[in-house]
């Protein structure tokens, strides 16, 4: 059973940084697509970026290329989400992402993936950005 779970949100002004984390465990093959999804209430779940652990290149939504950056530590299992010049749009729960295989990270990339093309979800975490 794969689970996953986030740590690293919380409280920081406009134009600061935070590192999410996310813990992985319990995935059957190497060959996964992780990613980073946001949501804010009465608004759809985002991608926000993503990875594939063989390698590849990230995906990163618009609004957040060349402030995030996504990464992994496979020895740690962990997933880590870098935000810098952090903005007050960014304020969302965060939440760590993943599904086997390709599909997930592909789809992304080709801007054509949903919430449901990710099996699995951790809990979430908070991000909030003040003015």
């Known amino acids: 059973q794969v689970q996953l779970q986030e740590s690293g949100g919380g409280s920081v002004q406009a134009g600061g940084s935070l590192r999410l984390s996310c813990a992985a465990s319990g995935f059957a093959s190497s060959s996964n697509s992780l990613a980073w999804f946001r949501q804010t209430p009465g608004k759809e779940r985002e991608g926000v970026a993503a990875i594939h652990t063989g390698g590849g290149i990230p995906y990163y939504a618009d609004s957040v290329k060349g402030r995030f950056t996504i990464s992994q530590d496979n020895a740690q299992n962990t997933l880590y989400l870098q935000m810098d010049s952090l903005k007050p749009e960014d304020t969302a729960m965060y939440y760590c992402?993943?599904?086997?295989?390709?599909?997930?990270?592909?789809?992304?990339?080709?801007?054509?993936?949903?919430?449901?093309?990710?099996?699995?979800w951790g809990q979430g975490t908070q991000v909030t950005v003040s003015s």
């Open positions: 992402a993943a599904t086997g295989g390709v599909s997930g990270w592909l789809l992304l990339l080709q801007h054509r993936a949903t919430p449901a093309d990710f099996r699995y």
